[in-house]
């Protein structure tokens, strides 16, 4: 019940294109949805977040869509560009339990062509 | 430039050797998270500090593994003794918890690799 699923495992797209990464999860106590980004040899960072009171958030080409009700939410980048080719995670945590039961999903490696 | 920092960045050590980790936290947060990446399990948290205290190190394999926060500006892991299957990624994160909002901020890990 504390897990957090994540597909695909990977993905290839063509710059300009739409990246989209699926995410799911069982325990309906969760409340906050991040999204982190991993370059090679660096540290997970934060990248965008949503509560399940909104459906929707968007921050410049990255938008996060939150489906209450399937206990699901993805992020999309729009327009993607070499740049963006990184590890990406979903995660599920508890704001009243800050840091307590925060999980990460496997990741996704995207890869954007030139 | 508010930054978590880890040492060492990389280390090198032989199966039953002790290993210890350090963090510095940015100023000011009060919490403290130590995660371990993998291929294999991707990222776990083994341990998560609220104003120097453990509150949950049930990720933590205990024979071997401790984690202390002796001040608010430096968390230590350690590893005694160490085996080949603790080689992985250490990160460091820190937040400054429920009143500042959720984010954690990481640090660029400690590469662990043990012979």
């Known amino acids: 019940q504390q897990q957090v699923k994540q597909s695909p495992q990977s993905l290839i797209v063509q710059k300009g294109g739409i990246s989209i990464i699926n995410c799911a999860y069982e325990?309906?106590?969760?409340?906050?949805f991040p999204w982190y980004q991993q370059f090679p040899g660096k540290g997970p960072a934060l990248l965008i977040a949503?509560?399940?009171?909104?459906s929707e958030k968007k921050e410049g080409r990255f938008t996060i869509s939150f489906n209450k009700s399937a206990k699901q939410f993805s992020l999309h980048i729009m327009d993607s560009q070499p740049g963006d080719s990184a590890t990406y995670f979903c995660?599920?945590?508890?704001?009243?339990?800050?840091?307590?039961?925060?999980?990460f999903g496997p990741g996704t490696r995207l890869s954007v062509l030139p | 430039d508010a930054r978590v920092t880890q040492t060492p960045r990389d280390k090198v050590t032989e199966m039953g050797q002790e290993v210890t980790m350090r963090c510095q936290p940015i100023?000011?947060?009060?919490?403290v998270f130590w995660y371990r990446q993998t291929m294999m399990q991707g990222l776990e948290l083994l341990a998560y500090f609220r104003n120097r205290a453990p509150l949950d190190d049930s990720g933590m394999p205990k024979d071997r593994f401790s984690a202390e926060m002796p001040d608010a500006t430096l968390a230590t892991l350690k590893i005694q003794p160490s085996e080949p299957r603790d080689s992985a990624v250490y990160f460091c994160?820190?937040?400054?918890?429920?009143?500042?909002?959720?984010?954690?901020?990481f640090g660029p890990g400690t590469r662990l690799t043990v012979l």
């Open positions: 994160a820190s937040g400054p918890g429920l009143a500042g909002g959720h984010e954690q901020f």
């Open positions: 325990n309906t106590a969760f409340d906050y």
């Open positions: 949503i509560r399940p009171d909104v």
């Open positions: 100023l000011g947060h009060n919490t």
């Open positions: 995660a599920a945590s508890m704001i009243g339990n800050y840091g307590q039961n925060f999980v």
